[in-house]
């Protein structure tokens, strides 16, 4: 069975669940909530797992705070014999608009302490990952704030939808391969 890990960037804490920056989280809970999966706590992490057509897709939800993601990122691949080719980093991206989903197979930190220190702890930035846009609508000063901050309510209405073709990624990374969900979710 072909394996892959699916890793949700966040922090951990009801204070955190609903902020921008914990999508990571958000789009697993609810791909877990619609797969019916467990989730168990291991060491590093919350983890569930979900299979088809002979794929194995391995849910991780760090418990080491986004700053310090590498550290469960290297656990769950050593754990799991993976190659980071064979995962798949869910994160928020400021510089895209609010719900615009990009994947990529490589690329820069883009200034995300999360990619940063997964990048510094596997000495590559060729990984895949998916980007969740949540847009860059602060003010001069209010990153922080914002990035950590509620969605407001429009995105919370827009939500359900974006979620919703989130659920169809996951799966098709493992099934079709990057290049083709790139093709297919890229700008959707």
Known sequence: MKKFLIVGLGNIGAE????????????LDH??????LDWQTVKLGDRAEYKIKGRSFILIKPSTYMNLSGKAVLHHLRQE???PS????ITDDLNLPFGAIRLKAKGSDGGHNGLKDIQNTLQTTVYPRFRFGISNTFGQGQQVDYVL??????????MPERLQ???????AFGLSGLAQTMNSFNGT
Do not use: C
């Open 16 to 27: 955190y669940t609903h902020t921008r920056h914990n999508i990571g989280f958000q789009i």
């Open 31 to 36: 791909f877990a909530r619609h797969h019916q």
């Open 81 to 83: 014999k993976l190659d």
């Open 86 to 89: 064979q995962m798949l980093v």
């Open 149 to 158: 901050g509620e969605w407001s309510p429009e995105e919370t209405k827009l």
């Open 165 to 171: 073709k989130s659920l169809e990624i996951i799966p």
